[in-house]
């Protein structure tokens, strides 16, 4: 058993499951089984968790999305997230456009895919990231059912905001994203200008605190992210940005920063013939190279970095490549604990995710080599998993069963 956090291996062991959990964990355990998975002295890691998906984002070229209709939509969505789960990860963190129906769609077994927890809808100010009105659009709502307008609505001033996450609460998000700062998607908003005042963003965090849960903020600019985070804001995504002071009040706050390198990589090489204009790239240049900084300085800070990879269009194949990017900067242990057990914290499923223990989710990848030693084991499509387990069905295996 690979173990992230103590970066370390167990010697050989019987992993017991019944329920969907863990229930054994020693040796000599297959004598009481019913059925019995010979993984031949391999290496097992817990099921690997995605902290920022967008399974309805299925094309990087955001005109082409406005017309995307819903029924479009979720079979894109089935596609994208079957080859998530194939890649072994069994839970994502929908990070704004997957709604109840493509979560009950997997829990019901209609689609094969990580269970997700989904953010509904994220909220943006008047002009704000989330605001993918043209210029000469002088619309105050839109009632389209396509994929923009399920990632993001329009929500401004105290009243507005609060009703606004009411209403992605009422329609089952599990957790409520916003924009605080610019991003490099949409072409309208300067990256460096913070969005939401913080009396709006209070309000965000108090009502979703009222109902159990909490905010995840779009945010790269350091003031952005400090204005987030004295207002209670938990988990900033992307982060780029992020400088040393900020960094010391997200490690005080207790608060999560999710990286998301490997789509400014995929998206250098396939934004300017999506049709993203010159200003957007430029953007995309800057955080770019920032990004590997900002895991730098979060880690000395002491900050808890999660992990995500933000991908669009036909780029998901390039998710596993978030493990290699980071890898440049951190341990393979320290990468791998950010998509175990630090996102299982983030979700606030410790205990349940992301570690193989009696009692916790059985979600587990048999892999072919030590990944402690070699990220390169969870690349090339899941290729290197010989087997994959999910809620203690077997998703995936090509080892030998016995009754």
Known sequence: MVDPEAESVSGPVDIGIAGGRFAAIGYELAGNAGEVIDCDR?????????????????????????????????????????????????????????????????????????????????????????????????????????????????????????????????????????????????????????????????????EAQRRGTYVMAHAYGADAIRVALECGVRTIEHGNMIDEATAALAAE???????????????????????????????????????????????????????GTDLLGDSFDHQSREFLIRGRVESPAQVLHSATRINAEILRREGELGVIKEAAIADLLVLERNPLEDLAVLQDQGRHMPAIIKDGSVVKSSLTESL
């Not at 209403?167 to 490099?184: H, T």
């Not at 010159?278 to 999660?306: F, H, N, P, T, W």
């Open 253 to 307: 706050k207790e608060a999560f920063l999710v990286p998301t390198l490997v789509t400014y990589e995929v998206l250098a090489d396939t934004a300017e013939e999506n049709g993203w204009s010159a200003s957007m790239m430029d953007k995309l240049s800057r955080v770019r190279e920032a990004g590997l900084q900002s895991i730098r300085i979060c880690r000395e800070a002491g900050v808890k970095l999660g992990l």
């Open 42 to 206: 391999r290496y097992v890691l817990p099921g690997l968790i995605d902290c920022h998906v967008h399974p309805f984002l299925a094309d990087a070229n955001f005109a082409r999305l406005g017309e995307v209709p819903p029924t479009l939509m979720s079979a894109r969505a089935g596609r994208i997230l079957e080859g998530m789960l194939l890649r072994g990860f069994t839970t994502v963190r929908d990070a704004a456009g997957a709604d109840w129906g493509i979560k009950q769609a997997v829990e019901d077994g209609l689609i094969a895919g990580p269970r997700l927890f989904i953010a509904g809808r994220a909220l943006s100010q008047t002009g704000g990231h989330g605001d993918f009105r043209s210029l000469t659009d002088d619309r105050d709502i839109c009632h389209c059912q396509h994929a923009l307008a399920f990632t993001s609505r329009i929500a401004d001033g105290i009243d507005g905001v609060r009703k606004a996450v009411r209403e992605e609460l009422r329609k089952g998000a599990d957790q409520i994203k916003i924009m605080v700062s610019g991003g490099v998607s949409s072409p309208h908003d300067p990256l460096e200008r913070n969005q939401y005042s913080p009396d709006e963003i209070s309000v965000i965090v108090e």
